[in-house]
């Protein structure tokens, strides 16, 4: 469970777009104040990342990384939904067309939204799994490979990024990266994600059996 969660994390593109999205912001028309959009997003990331500790005990993991997972498919939607209208003209009329008029905005909303649902979910909770699914004396050990398997998987996903990119266009690579956020929902609303909230060391086993 704690390697499919880094892998799930990395694997929605989640680095690879925060790294990059100044340059996601200025092809989407901010030019010059694209970078300067791009710093507001992140410290929405903040923002969400503090309101995740407030909610995770509340709320408990599964339903957290759900929705979480769901934003970031949405904003990932909205995103390669830009770039796939970014050729059609405003004044084509009708749903297209305004979608298309809407412009950085509609692309500015769907990164923001990608980045915040982010922060409040897929972010800390696979991080706070890790500690919660082993016993103390192979906690170590299984911290270390889940760190060893994030930072791998965030490495191969952002060195990779441009050539992608260049390779598939900014529709397809958001849409695969939002395939992936949706696969994360189903897993974890599967009987194969063990919810950790509440339960002891022994009840989590229990569970994993």
């Known amino acids: 469970i704690a390697v499919i969660l880094m892998v799930l994390q990395q694997l929605s593109g989640v680095n690879a777009v925060i790294f990059f999205s100044g340059g996601i912001l200025a092809k989407a028309g901010f030019g010059a104040v694209a970078n300067q959009a791009a710093v507001y997003i992140a410290l929405a990331q903040v ?3 503090g309101l995740a500790s407030l909610l995770v005990d509340r709320l408990g993991r599964r339903p957290l990384l759900a929705a979480s997972g769901v934003g970031m498919a949405t904003g990932l939607s ?7 209208l970014q050729g059609t003209k405003a ?3 009708g749903l297209l067309g305004a979608l298309a ?8 909303s769907g990164l923001a939204l ?5 922060a409040v979910g897929w972010g800390p909770v696979p991080w706070l799994m890790v500690g919660e699914l082993f016993a103390v004396e192979a906690r170590g050990a299984a911290s270390g490979l889940a760190t060893v398997v994030n930072w791998g998987g965030s490495t191969l996903v952002t060195q990779s990024f441009a050539a992608v990119l260049a390779l598939l266009g900014p529709v397809r690579l958001f849409a695969a990266y939002a395939v992936v956020c949706a696969l994360g929902v189903f897993w974890v609303v599967s009987p194969g994600f063990v919810e950790t909230k509440g339960k002891s060391l022994r009840e989590i086993e229990r569970d994993l059996r």
């Open 47 to 49: 923002a969400c990342t």
């Open 78 to 84: 909205l995103l390669a939904s830009y770039f796939l």
């Open 91 to 93: 004044a084509a009329g």
């Open 101 to 108: 008029g809407a412009g950085p905005m509609l692309a500015a």
């Open 114 to 118: 990608f980045i915040s649902s982010f």
